[in-house]
């Protein structure tokens, strides 16, 4: 009864979570974020503002996780999905199809994301997602959480590094879209194959 219990708050919490990113996305599109309010947020999802801060810590966070929304459990279950390709392939192919592969609801969010500064930064913070869940992955792939738990740290700070380079405002403030991200994506991950595929060896 206590377990029932337990994965029906867990089913209300991801509800309320769902409904709080989907109302900020469609208040942001319709009205421009900067006109957004995370009450405007919370009284849209039919949750008491204080419940808003118990799932996001700003307007940004709660918009820009509609669209990154469950992609670091997507990336890590492509991984596990591929126990016997090389570690570090199965990770950059990952993460190339899951950054690079948005679907038409998120395009022109995307959009918007990248050309405003503080969305730009709540989207590149949001790569560190990948981290726990990867960690989990490599801890059973690898056998040694503390390897697992480096390799993840780093694999989240070279997204971060990609998604930076291929978003970055230019000295008039302009927002210039560079190159390909799948291409970003794995020249920032390369450095860490030797890393990975070592790891994988080993165990």
């Given amino acids: 009864m206590t377990t029932r219990r337990a994965g029906l708050r867990e089913q209300k919490k991801q509800a309320t979570r769902e409904a709080l990113r989907v109302a900020a996305l469609r208040l942001a599109m319709a009205h421009g974020p900067e006109n957004v309010r995370v009450d405007d947020i919370a009284e849209a999802a039919g949750v008491a503002p204080r419940t808003y801060n118990n799932y996001f810590a700003s307007r940004e966070q709660a918009i820009v996780a509609a669209v990154t929304a469950d992609r670091e459990a997507r990336v890590a279950a492509a991984v596990a999905g591929r126990p016997a390709a090389p ?54 792939r690898l056998g040694d959480p503390d390897t697992a738990r480096v390799l993840a740290a780093s694999v989240a700070a070279a997204v971060r590094i990609a998604l930076d380079r291929w978003v970055r405002p230019t000295g008039s ?14 020249t920032a991950l390369a450095p860490l194959a030797p890393a990975l595929d070592a790891a994988d060896e080993r165990r």
């Fill in 87 to 140: 570690l570090a392939e199965a990770i950059a192919d990952a993460i190339a199809t899951e950054y690079t592969e948005p679907s038409e609801d998120t395009r022109d969010a995307l959009l918007m994301i990248t050309t405003r500064p503080a969305l730009r930064q709540a989207y590149l913070d949001a790569a560190t997602a990948i981290e726990a869940p990867l960690s989990d992955v490599l801890t059973e």
């Fill in 173 to 186: 403030g302009l927002v210039v879209v560079r190159d390909s991200l799948a291409d970003h994506l794995r």
